[in-house]
């Protein structure tokens, strides 16, 4: 059974930085395609970044752009969000996905507030 959790959401001021995690376990992830969505209250799910199995070929979502980096670890089974310059406009929950092909799974979340 494939299972995502997310990790290293908080609270943090606007300015600062966390890092997300996502841990996979039941299977390995090294071809599998590995994203960050977020949903704020109230809206609706946004894309947030992608980086494809295989190739590490990296997609960002227009408002994280130069600010958000996504990474992976294969051997851990890993992935990682490092946020930078964190806005108001991005406190959201925070969820990561991995895309077999056939399969997507979906974390829980992790709930990160950026407060003034």
């Known amino acids: 059974q494939v299972q995502l959790v997310e990790s290293g959401g908080g609270v943090v001021q606007a300015g600062g930085s966390l890092r997300l995690s996502c841990v996979v376990s039941g299977r390995t992830i090294s071809s599998d395609d590995m994203r960050w969505y977020r949903q704020a209250p109230g809206k609706n799910k946004e894309f947030v970044a992608r980086?494809?199995?295989?190739?590490?070929?990296?997609y960002y979502g227009d408002s994280v752009k130069g600010r958000f980096t996504i990474s992976r670890d294969n051997a851990k089974r890993t992935g990682y969000l490092q946020m930078n310059s964190l806005k108001l406009s991005d406190t959201a929950i925070y969820y990561c996905?991995?895309?077999?092909?056939?399969?997507?799974?979906w974390g829980r979340g992790t709930q990160v507030t950026v407060s003034s």
């Open positions: 996905s991995l895309f077999t092909g056939p399969n997507d799974y």
């Open positions: 980086i494809m199995g295989q190739n590490d070929i990296i």
